[in-house]
């Protein structure tokens, strides 16, 4: 399964989203992250994605290493998150009793 992020915040917040990006603790071993990538938009300021590719059985501790490692962005004037677990599409069908 993978877990996808998107952060945003506007052009004025940069520098201290890239001060707290330096401090993050590391990312657990039963993860893997793909990214994060950069884009920007004029509704959004810069914008962030990064995938965690990890073990269903380890979505619970998944979801709360991102959701601790996000609080470390709050009070960055801006800032947004949205954090979703995604399954393959075989999981999917599993938990549709199809598969």
């Known amino acids: ?5 998107r952060m945003s915040y506007p052009p004025e917040s940069a520098n201290q ?8 603790p590391q990312i657990p ?3 893997t992250r793909r990214g994060p990538y950069v884009g920007s938009n004029v509704s959004d300021g810069i ?7 990890l ?6 501790e998944g979801m709360e290493f991102i959701g601790n490692y996000y609080t470390m ?3 960055v ?8 677990p995604h399954f393959d ?7 549709l009793g199809m598969g």
């Open 47 to 53: 914008t962030i994605v990064a995938f965690y590719e």
């Open 17 to 24: 989203m890239a001060k707290r990006f330096l401090e993050a």
């Open 77 to 84: 004037p801006g800032f947004k998150y949205e954090i979703t």
């Open 55 to 60: 073990d269903n059985a380890r979505l619970a």
């Open 1 to 5: 399964m993978v877990i996808i992020n």
């Open 89 to 95: 599409v075989a999981e999917g069908l599993k938990m």
């Open 73 to 75: 962005f709050f009070g």
């Open 29 to 31: 071993d039963f993860m």
